[in-house]
């Protein structure tokens, strides 16, 4: 199985799917990650197809007139829309890894692994796009360079300026997932990550339209990663020596996504209050109180009592360590930020 690949959009087929087989209670064999490179794909296939994702407009109205068009053309004649995508363009998702992170492994892809996909690539094309794709493999070296560069400059006009956006809601989905493993377990989180996914023998099935499979995650784990670009459905990657990866829409992707982070925390003030939004807001990572007051620019016992109403909400919990108190949002916190995006 191709890595990246088996996008789903449309009606997946009900006998195809492919199983990630876990080991029985093993909490630890599920972990989340991020992938900025997975959403610039998927950024690149939205703008060239964008009456087919309307939850994008937004976003896309604000990006459309800024993109370098060099830069576009090229990413989009490596990206495609077949729903291949080369191992080289991303990285194994984690839950640190930042913008600059991936864009340093891409100019340090190995080239023979990048010859290879790039012959993958001619197969599955015809016409000017083979041809170019052909040349690229032909010349890897400079043909990670072009790409490298062409990732940084979309990157810096279509998803940085709306990343801090992007990333809230990606993390507001792992963080309400990882707390459903908690309380419900692996099935009860795996039952409600997307219409594609269900639960059953110690398995994570993904109903897909073309590709079965059985995939041992047994020792190595699955990784689950949400995504706010590719919001159409389920991508499965599965072929070693990658890490066994499920591509999932994030949940409260709205047509508003992409609004600026003022006018975010101007309707959350609205509803709770200035102070008690901005504290929201920032509750995604463990804070302690005082780190609390000094970021809301609030005395120590103004903080506390903010943090009291918004516990007492069931929008903040907070937990002791030693002689700190520290502060995170609830799940029902997770999702009042997610309705606010």
């Not at 976003?59 to 990413?75: I, K």
């Not at 080369?86 to 913008?99: E, G, M, Q, V």
């Amino acid at each position: 199985m191709d890595r990246n690949s088996s996008p789903i959009e449309g009606v997946e087929h009900p006998d195809h799917r492919v199983e990630f087989h876990l080991s029985p209670g093993d909490v630890e064999a599920v972990r989340f990650g991020i992938s900025p490179g997975h959403e610039l794909a998927h950024a690149v296939r939205v703008l060239r197809r964008p009456a087919a994702h309307p939850l994008q407009w937004g976003w896309l109205r604000a990006v459309r007139e800024q993109l370098p068009r060099r830069d576009f053309a090229l990413l989009s004649t490596v990206i495609g829309d077949d729903g291949y995508l080369p191992d080289f363009l991303t990285t194994t998702p984690l839950w640190d890894l930042t913008p600059e992170a991936e864009l340093d492994e891409l100019r340090a892809a190995p080239l023979d692994p990048m010859r290879v996909d790039f012959g993958k690539m001619v197969q599955r094309s015809t016409g000017a796009r083979r041809q170019a794709l052909r040349e690229m493999q032909d010349h890897p070296e400079r043909a990670r360079d072009m790409i490298a560069d062409g990732w940084a400059a979309v990157w810096e006009a279509a998803l940085a300026p709306v990343w801090p956006q992007l990333e809230r809601l990606l993390r507001a989905d792992i963080a309400v997932r990882a707390r459903t493993i908690t309380t419900a377990g692996i099935a009860g989180m795996a039952g409600d990550l997307h219409r594609q996914v269900t639960w059953g023998a110690g398995a994570v099935r993904v109903s897909l339209r073309r590709h079965s499979e059985q995939v041992d995650c047994r020792g190595g784990g699955l990784v689950l990663v949400p995504s706010v670009m590719s919001s159409w459905g389920c991508m499965v990657l599965t072929e070693p020596p990658a890490q066994p990866t499920l591509f999932y829409p994030a949940r409260g992707v709205t047509a508003g996504w992409a609004r600026d982070a003022a006018d975010i925390e101007d309707a959350l003030g609205a509803l709770l209050g200035p102070a008690r939004a901005a504290i929201l807001l920032q509750a995604g990572a463990a804070r302690t109180t005082t780190q609390v007051a000094h970021d809301a620019g609030l005395a120590i016992s103004t903080a506390s009592h903010h943090l009291s109403v918004l516990r007492d909400a069931g929008l903040v919990t907070s937990e002791r360590d030693g002689a700190r108190m520290h502060h995170l949002r609830t799940p029902l916190g997770e999702a009042l930020v997610g309705a606010a995006l």
